[in-house]
């Protein structure tokens, strides 16, 4: 079964930064590509990043380029999305997703496993 595990959540302040987690179980992280999405409240869930199989591959919608950064370490079963100048707009709920895409796509394609997310609050 399935299982994503998302971590590293919190409150940081406008400027500041945080390493979410998604620690997977129950599958070969190799043949999975992983998206990170956000959900703010009131709004429509968004993908934000996703990664390739690989690694070799990585997208980021507008608003987060330069300022985050996702990564895999495969042999430990982790993906990670390093968030840098965290803006009060980044606020939201993060999720990870797994699917089996060969490639990844802006916007993010549909992802069938999710994790249960971790919230990211932004503020002074």
């Known amino acids: 079964q399935l299982q994503l595990v998302e971590s590293g959540g919190g409150l940081v302040q406008p400027g500041g930064s945080l390493r979410l987690s998604c620690a997977v179980s129950g599958f070969t992280l190799d043949y999975y590509a992983i998206g990170w999405f956000r959900q703010a409240p009131g709004k429509e869930r968004e993908g934000v990043s996703c990664i390739s199989r690989s690694g070799t591959s990585t997208k980021y919608i507008d608003s987060v380029k330069v300022r985050f950064t996702i990564s895999r370490d495969n042999a430990n079963g982790t993906v990670y999305l390093q968030m840098n100048r965290l803006k009060p707009e980044d606020t939201a709920v993060y999720y990870c997703?797994?699917?089996?895409?060969?490639?990844?796509?802006?916007?993010?394609?549909?992802?069938?496993?999710w994790g249960q997310g971790t919230q990211v609050t932004v503020s002074s």
């Open positions: 997703a797994a699917d089996r895409w060969r490639v990844c796509v802006i916007p993010l394609q549909i992802f069938a496993s």
